[in-house]
């Protein structure tokens, strides 16, 4: 980054969605990676005093580490640029594309990424229609197994695989806790994949693909935040066409969705070797247990320098 020790970086991290322990975590790992490469960076949780410490100390660029709503749903970013202040990750505008998942599926598949198939439904057509009529038709049209997930949110929270139809009711009930949508879809079989996706000025470029595997075969919020509940392979164990495949449709769901400097794409890969999109995260999960700063050590990177280099994209896509 050039004159990257005279930068001065604020870090948010914190927030009070369901991921706060993730975001310090996160938010941990970037300030020790810039500050390690003589970088002043200062830590700020988004509280109500944070507008006007941003507005009186006015920092180079800030770099959320925020997930969950507080960081990713695009009204933080929003306010950032209404105050004129560079930031890495996406735009606010982006953002809110990306943290609606039916949204994000959709360009996705309109860019030509498979999507499975499958239905949205809010809470309050789940209710006036009546809970037994609607279950009955959803397992009619997307017999299980299925997967149900809240429209909106991260780090697993309200997932459920259903293999059982009797286990749909306890599910969507599970997934309307954290959002007033809901998502059913089809399951796709297959490897499980995150790529990450980095610009730091010559493009978006595809970080090597790591396969995902549970100790017990479900993803979800212990697998991924505690160390051993997961192996996970840095590159994936897929063959050369499939290792393309799933580079290029990263990129494509990254370009189609207008996202900037780092975005991480969760794909599951079918014995066809056929990537199916599941969602993208407009700011990865940065902690010593998360896929991207896997994927940047695989691929030979030393993190605060990306970091750095990320800040420094923001501050000249901002000026341009």
């Known amino acids: 980054m050039t004159s ?7 870090v948010l991290a914190g927030g009070i969605s369901h991921e706060r322990d993730v975001s310090l975590r996160s938010g941990r790992r970037v300030v ?14 988004p509280d109500a005093a944070l507008l006007g410490h941003l507005t009186e100390n006015r920092p180079d660029v800030v770099f959320p580490a925020l997930h969950g709503a507080s960081g990713e749903d695009g009204a933080l970013r929003g306010l950032l640029e ?14 809110r594309l990306a943290w609606d998942k039916p949204t994000a599926k959709e360009l996705a598949r309109r860019a030509g990424v498979h999507t499975p198939r499958g239905i949205t439904l809010s809470h309050d057509a789940f209710r006036e229609l009546g809970a037994v009529g609607v279950l009955d038709a959803i397992s009619e049209e997307h ?42 879809e089809q399951k796709i079989v297959g490897t499980e994949v995150a790529v ?8 978006p470029t595809a970080l090597p693909a790591t396969e995902i ?34 580079a290029t449709a990263a990129v494509a769901v990254h370009e189609a969705l207008g996202l ?24 990865p999960g940065l ?21 750095a280099a990320l800040a420094e994209k923001a501050i000249t896509d901002h000026a341009a």
């Open 4 to 10: 990257s020790e005279s930068r001065t970086v604020t």
């Open 32 to 45: 020790d990676s810039l500050t390690a490469h003589g970088i002043s960076v200062s830590v700020h949780d």
């Open 82 to 95: 209404a105050l004129d202040i560079p930031f890495v990750g996406s735009s606010s505008a982006a953002s």
């Open 143 to 184: 017999p299980v197994p299925v997967v149900v997930k809240p429209a909106r949110g991260g780090s697993a929270h309200g997932v459920t695989v259903v293999e059982d139809a009797s286990d749909l009711p306890r599910a969507m009930v599970d997934a309307y806790t954290y959002c007033d949508d809901v998502i059913v």
């Open 196 to 203: 990450g996706v980095i610009d730091t000025g010559d493009g």
């Open 213 to 246: 595997v549970p100790r017990n075969g479900v993803y979800g919020f212990e697998a991924r935040y505690n160390a051993g509940e997961t192996t996970f392979y840095t590159p994936a164990r897929l063959d050369a066409t499939a290792t393309e495949a799933v």
């Open 260 to 283: 900037r400097h780092l975005s991480r794409v969760d794909l599951i890969v079918d014995a066809a070797g056929t990537p199916w999109f599941l969602e993208v995260n407009v700011l």
């Open 287 to 307: 902690t010593e247990t998360s896929l991207v700063p896997m994927a940047l050590d695989a691929a030979g990177y030393e993190l605060g320098l990306v970091y």
